[in-house]
């Protein structure tokens, strides 16, 4: 197809050729990438001082620039209420519009998604490592820090080196109680947290094609964890219906060439397949979930929450299960919707009410529990069972605090029961 | 940024993740020099207090791995580290620590060679890291030279600085 010596150019290729200019990269090169969309949460209070240093005086493209603010809102710190005002007083001076504030507020991942913030084709970048959850609607979508956002909001560009691409090809259907955050947990315990440093992952078969966004945002979402530049999925007609109405700018979609040339390629049929769980102390940790329920590993906090977890069909997929039971005596349930506007959807379909009668607690959207800086800090001999995506040493506060990652429904599950359980005991 | 760095170790295992680096709860401090007094908490908790300027940390796999946080090279700047090896990094990590001008190194194998206490030459050009107690010595393949460029000028600020003042140069002549 293309002139990438005599084969085929993968999805990521595809994008970062598209973002340089180029008719061709290859693994390994470094390029000058046009930016598409630039995110910063609270991280980003960080970019003005060097923005300022940089000599810089107007951004690029304040049409291009989303704030969205979730680890600490309401500030609930002086620290953070600091941050929350640089970011407002930056935002004034620079006339950037799309500042997503609170009461319009959520985690700034699912705000770019269901905006339409991140189109097909896209170089999308963000102060935050889980950007990746954007490569869903396939886009290049990478976490970079606040000195790198200070240049390019100043330039609108950064450099990059074009990553090898490993393809995932999924096969099979999802058994019920088995879902999009068990395929990637198996994943990850077959990839480990290094197997993709630096690479892109390109997710693809008739297992993805079938998947709704939001299973998409929590597979790529958790390619993080392994390490990835960026994880990705070839757009789509799911991919445009999603996008029909609120796309923000004009797409190019781009599709990898059939004669691509794979760093690896790794098949997996999920026929059959168990629920999954990453015990402590790494993501990577992967075990079926049936192991872990016959040790009747007892559980302080359950938390359905984060940009990995926390979308509607999250939560009513665990209201589903929570209806008619009772949060655990001596379990704290923390639900967390992953925005305002999912927040208020799950007010008009009854969902908050399900949890709060069953004992758990609702709370505004934000980043809650899932990283130890705000609220649900677990104490040191603690456990706590977790839709999020990390459970590394002091991720939760203390680090000797254990934290399982697991789907929603196996969250749910858990808080019923008081120790660790699989979703399916329930379906009956 | 200096071709030859020298320096005592402090060694970390693998996959020490930002995290360990920099906690949850201190990511609300914008100040460096109050971010240094946390660094290595979890990890390494005496490094904080006993670490001194030209220090090197050679950690195993992974170093870095986890959040964007910034505030984990900042913290490792400001107490003036010389340069951070490790067997391999995580990709932000790597990113930021360039980006700030602390010379962040790759070099394969380079865990095992080192104690904590030991003294490090790092040649940056030449692409070398030996101990200098045991004389045990791995080659990593260098920088590539547009990084080695941004470790030269102290980082992606002075940069861009750069870039910014000759592009209004030239507008205004």
Redesign the interface.
């Known amino acids: 197809m293309s002139g990438n010596g005599g084969h085929g150019a993968t999805l990521a290729e595809k994008v970062l050729s598209r973002a340089s200019g180029l008719d061709t990269v290859v693994p390994g090169q470094i390029v000058e990438g046009r930016v598409d969309l630039a995110m910063m949460h609270e991280q980003g209070a960080q970019t003005v001082g060097p923005f300022h240093d940089m000599g810089a005086t107007e951004v690029w493209d304040p049409e291009r620039v989303v704030i969205a603010i979730d680890h600490w809102v309401p500030a609930s710190t002086e620290g953070a209420a600091v941050l929350h005002r640089i970011l407002r007083k930056f935002a004034a001076e620079q006339h950037l519009p799309h500042f997503y504030d609170v009461g319009n507020h959520g985690i700034c991942h699912q705000i770019l998604a269901e905006h339409g913030w991140v189109v097909p084709g896209d170089l999308a970048v963000g102060t935050d490592s889980h950007t990746n959850m954007l490569g869903a609607m396939g886009a290049v979508a990478a976490g970079i820090g606040p000195t790198e956002m200070a240049a390019v909001l100043a330039l609108g560009r950064l450099w990059l080196k074009v990553p090898p691409t490993i393809r995932v090809n999924v096969h099979g259907e999802l058994g019920p109680g088995v879902t999009a955050k068990d395929l990637v947990l198996r994943l990850l315990g077959e990839v480990k947290t290094t197997g993709a440093t630096y690479k892109s992952v390109e997710y693809g078969g008739p297992t993805i094609d079938a998947l709704s966004m939001p299973q998409r945002f929590t597979i790529c979402n958790m390619t993080t964890e392994m390490g990835a530049k960026c994880g990705m999925v070839a757009p789509d007609q799911t991919t445009y219906d999603y996008l029909a109405k609120i796309a923000k700018h004009p797409m190019h979609p781009l599709q990898p060439d059939k004669d691509a040339r794979y760093e690896r390629t790794i098949d997996i049929d999920v026929n059959g397949m168990d629920p999954m769980i990453a015990c402590p102390y790494s993501p990577d940790n992967v075990r079926p979930l049936t192991e872990v329920v016959r040790e009747h590993v007892k559980v302080d906090q359950a938390f359905l929450g984060s940009c990995t977890n926390a979308r509607i069909e999250d939560m009513r997929e665990g209201a589903a299960l929570m209806r008619g039971h009772k949060v655990h005596a001596g379990v704290r349930f923390i639900v967390s919707p992953a925005s305002t506007s999912i927040y208020n959807q799950c007010l008009q379909e009854g969902i908050i009410e399900v949890f709060t009668e069953a004992g758990a607690v609702f709370t505004n959207s934000s980043c809650s529990a899932c990283f130890g800086g705000n609220m649900g800090i677990l104490a040191p001999d603690e456990v706590c069972i977790s839709s999020s995506n990390r459970n590394f040493p002091g991720r939760m506060g203390p680090k000797e605090a254990r934290i399982y990652l697991v789907s929603p429904a196996a969250v749910v599950a858990s808080a019923i029961n008081g120790e660790i359980s699989d979703p399916r005991e329930f379906s009956s | 940024m200096k071709d030859v760095i020298e320096g005592r170790v402090w060694t970390l295992g693998d996959?020490v993740?930002t995290?360990?680096i920099i906690?949850?709860?201190?990511?609300?401090?914008?100040d460096p020099n109050e971010l240094k007094k946390h660094v290595f908490e979890?990890a390494l908790p005496e490094f904080a207090k006993g670490a001194l300027a030209g220090d090197i940390v050679v950690a195993g796999?992974?170093f870095g791995?986890?959040?964007?946080?910034?505030h984990a090279?900042q913290a490792l700047r400001a107490i003036g580290v010389g340069a951070v090896v490790a067997d391999?990094?995580?990709?932000?990590f790597f990113?930021?620590a360039i980006?700030?001008g602390l010379p962040t190194i790759e070099a394969p194998g380079v865990r095992k060679l080192f104690e904590t206490g030991d003294t490090a030459r790092i040649e940056m050009r030449a692409g070398k890291v030996a101990n200098a107690r045991t004389g045990a010595a791995v080659t990593f393949p260098p920088l590539?030279h547009?990084l080695l460029e941004l470790l030269e000028v102290g980082?992606?600020?002075e940069?861009?600085?750069k870039?910014?003042?000759a592009r209004a140069g030239k507008a205004t002549a």
């Open positions: 996959d993740d995290d360990q906690g949850g709860k201190y990511l609300t401090i914008i979890i796999i992974n791995s986890g959040s964007s946080r910034e090279p391999s990094f995580a990709r932000i990113r930021n980006n700030l590539p547009h980082g992606l600020v940069k861009v600085r870039e910014l003042e």
